[in-house]
């Protein structure tokens, strides 16, 4: 069965700190990694990732797709407390993409 | 407006009552889709179209629920008979591809009473 599986659930730190942020797939035909930043409204596209071990950098934000592994990492440097928010990981495959069920990360001031 | 659009966006509804959720796509994507989200949870996959075309419908969770795009552009979805698990947000996102970035609307949140 299809899943996508992120850890940790929930993260609180202390606005500067660093946060690596994990997510495994299992997709049948996997096609892309998808990250999204959801606050009280619709997720928000991050990152699309389709190679393995390119890193894609948005800011203070990067993400690496590990194909070997099934997994992807979503770091935050030099968090503030905008980054609050859930982090939802997703797994494209053929026709359908999957959910994990997020990690919900609040940046302490 | 450019981005993708939904209504309403909060339904409160009588459990046994049928409700319809309307999703306007970004002019022009061919790809429309169906999540639904509860409470603490990651969105779920309910349907997906190609333009007038539903691909894949695995995702929707019982034969009350049904989604059309007749036109390829507006998708209503529509639940029947609803009961109290069926209250979440219910997102629509719209792609240019199946494989392209997916924007998503701001959701319908639907209450079952």
């Known amino acids: 069965e299809d899943k996508v599986v992120q850890s940790p659930l929930s993260l609180v730190v202390h606005e500067g700190d660093t946060v690596t942020l994990n997510c495994s797939y299992e997709v049948t035909n996997f096609r892309s990694l998808l990250w999204y930043k959801q606050e009280k409204k619709a997720p928000t596209f991050l990152f699309m990732l389709?190679?393995?071990?390119i890193e894609k950098k948005s800011g203070r934000l990067s993400s690496i797709l590990d194909k070997k592994e099934l997994s992807s990492i979503l770091n935050i440097t030099a968090t503030q407390t905008g980054d609050s928010a859930i982090y939802l990981c997703?797994?494209?495959?053929?026709?359908?993409?999957?959910f994990g069920k997020g990690t919900r990360l609040h940046i302490l001031p | 407006g450019a981005g993708v659009s939904q209504s309403p966006r909060y339904k409160v509804a009588k459990r046994g009552q049928d409700v319809a959720l309307r999703c306007d796509p970004i002019s022009g994507h061919v790809s429309l889709f169906w999540y639904q989200q509860a409470l603490g949870q990651g969105p779920e996959f309910l349907t997906y179209?190609?333009?007038?075309?539903?691909?894949?419908k695995s995702g929707l969770p019982s034969d009350r629920f049904f989604a059309e795009r007749p036109e390829g552009s507006v998708s209503t979805l529509k639940i029947q008979r609803t009961q109290q698990e069926d209250s979440a947000v219910y997102l629509c996102?719209?792609?240019?591809?199946?494989?392209?970035?997916?924007?998503f609307g701001p959701g319908t949140r639907l209450t079952v009473l």
């Open positions: 997703a797994g494209r495959g053929d026709d359908k993409i999957i």
């Open positions: 389709t190679s393995s071990g």
């Open positions: 996102a719209s792609s240019s591809g199946l494989y392209n970035e997916q924007f």
């Open positions: 179209f190609q333009n007038e075309a539903q691909l894949d």
